[in-house]
């Protein structure tokens, strides 16, 4: 099994930086202290081995007032901030591939929901990031009904909205994405459930043995099940917008190929180690499962290509090297 390193590494440079922040301009909340630094390369086969026992890596830790963001791409961290995911966001390639971890402290009388904001005020401050917002004609996969229609069956529970002043219980998360707030939560089994209020929820499980994911969803709407794909990687790095044309909640079941993570791990620029096998395409994965696409056809649907008007975020101006305050 081969180790091939993620990102754009500076070898043999460490930049160190450090900056302290209260009440920047026009009252805008920042980090007390941060610093920023290049990542350096993780451990790819320990990555491996947590992902195939259902361990996603933790890029993001809020512990109290310490707040980390560790071996994430500039892209994934403008993502954060600006609560978008990385295919929503338009700029220079290397975003991708350059990774940076950050350590930081919030100020008396913040809380969490203020962390995005902070990391903005970062950004700027020391990338020079300036952004704009923007519609924009873009390829992307539809999600549409098969020949023979979908084979879906109706859900029994209709799914509940979120409830933005419940506190999160432990083993919760928070994730924001464009389409809405979405609560994760880890299980005493090793799965993941995926909590998107009204869109619906689902349940997935990294199965060691088979190297593939078991999903579950007792009610979720084609919408949901677009931003599920998403998360999948299914869209080899283009956004996947549902137009099924169905309004409904469903019960769905499926197994697919961990090589589908591993394709959506390596469009973001981590590279895994994978022993030599391919890295997708077909319709089953010699590692187990069936690909997204394959599975797809099960519930009788199918990814297109298509085009339509996406919200993006289009980068302006970035540094590939923080500034030292």
Do not use: C
């Amino acid at each position: 099994m081969r180790n091939r390193y993620a990102g754009a590494v500076l070898a043999g440079l460490v930049i160190v930086t450090t900056a302290t922040f209260g009440q920047g301009p026009a009252g805008k909340v920042t980090f007390d202290v941060a610093s920023v630094r290049p990542s350096p390369p993780p451990d790819m086969q320990k990555m491996m081995a947590d992902l195939q026992m259902g361990k996603k890596p933790e890029w993001v830790r809020i512990d109290g007032s310490r707040v980390t963001f560790n071996y994430m791409s500039l892209k994934e961290l403008i993502g954060y901030a600006y609560k978008m995911r990385a295919y929503e966001i338009s700029g220079p390639d290397w975003m991708v591939t350059d990774r940076f971890d950050i350590a930081a402290r919030l100020p008396e009388g913040t809380s969490t929901d203020d962390v995005p904001a902070m990391l903005q005020a970062l950004l700027k401050e020391r990338f020079g990031l300036t952004t704009h917002r923007e519609a924009i004609d873009q390829p992307v996969f539809a999600l549409v009904a098969g020949k023979a229609g979908p084979k879906l069956q109706e859900a029994t529970v209709k799914p509940e909205p979120l409830d933005d002043n419940a506190p999160l219980k432990p083993g919760q998360s928070k994730m924001d994405t464009a389409t809405g707030p979405v609560i994760l939560t880890k299980n005493a089994d090793g799965s993941t459930t995926y909590d998107m209020g009204a869109r619906g929820s689902f349940k997935l499980k990294f199965d060691g043995e088979t190297r593939s994911m078991h999903m579950v969803a007792s009610s979720i709407g084609m919408n949901g099940f677009a931003m599920m794909i998403n998360t999948l990687g299914g869209g080899e790095g283009r956004q996947v917008v549902d137009q099924t044309g169905l309004k409904g909640n469903y019960q769905a079941a499926v197994d697919f190929a961990l090589v589908d993570l591993v394709s959506s791990l390596h469009a973001q620029g981590i590279d895994i180690p994978t022993g030599g096998a391919p890295q997708g395409g077909g319709a089953t994965d010699p590692e187990g499962g069936a690909t997204i696409s394959a599975a797809l056809e099960k519930l009788g649907l199918k990814l297109e290509k298509s085009r339509a008007m996406v919200d993006r975020l289009v980068v302006d101006q970035v540094e590939k090297s923080p500034t030292e305050n």
